[in-house]
């Protein structure tokens, strides 16, 4: 997930690789992704990957298909207070466990999908469960933007983009104005 409020410094150590986001439209951007297993040496330079990626775009949430991983691994820094501790996470096979009746507004964004914006709904608390990078079982309950941040980005690990959210017309808009952008980058490119 993008915003634009976020400004963070990067937070870089030696062996951590920016990794090229994909664009939408893009086939792996609508695939369900794979649980992963065992938490290996590779899954842990994973997260770091994307955590090194998200703050340099910048961005508050990246999940893995976005790089072309198909598996179930997401990251993000919600924090937003200014001078706050940055508070990087990486969630390995997270799933929903209980969403609030109550509902939010935020106006959501995705690296994916770069400069578009557009208000979403969703639960405005979400209780979630996942493995950590130490293997362990983890829950924690959201709120806020963390709350939109963490439902956005397990939505990309189910093949779900924030603009399934809004009408038709708008989410044919944004994905014409895409493909042209993907023109122009490859040109860019040749
Ligand atoms: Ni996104």
């Not at 598996?71 to 996470?89: N, Q, Y």
């Not at 799933?95 to 995705?110: D, L, P, Q, R």
């Not at 969703?122 to 209780?127: T, W």
Request: aromatic share 4%.
């Amino acid at each position: 997930m993008h915003d634009l409020r976020c400004a963070l410094p990067a937070i870089r150590s030696a062996g951590m690789t920016l990794r090229d986001i994909l664009i939408h439209p893009d086939p792996r951007l609508r695939t369900v992704t794979k649980p992963v297993g065992e938490i290996t040496d590779d899954i842990r330079r994973l997260a770091d990957d994307m955590l090194e990626t998200m703050y340099d775009a910048p961005g508050i949430g990246l999940a893995a298909p976005q790089i072309g991983v198909m598996s179930r691994v997401l990251v993000m820094d919600a924090v937003k207070e200014e001078g706050a501790a940055p508070r990087p996470m990486a969630l390995i096979n997270p799933e929903v466990i209980w969403s609030s009746e109550e509902t939010n507004v935020y106006e959501e964004g995705c690296l994916s999908i770069p400069e578009q914006y557009a208000e979403v709904t969703r639960p405005a608390e979400v209780k979630v469960r996942w493995t950590g990078l130490d293997g362990k079982a983890v829950e924690e309950q959201f709120e806020g933007l963390w709350a939109t941040c963490v439902q956005h980005e397990i939505d990309h690990l189910n093949g779900k983009l924030f603009i399934d959210y809004l009408r038709p017309l708008k989410r044919q808009m944004i994905t014409r104005k895409m493909q042209k952008l993907k023109r122009e980058m490859a040109r860019g490119e040749g």
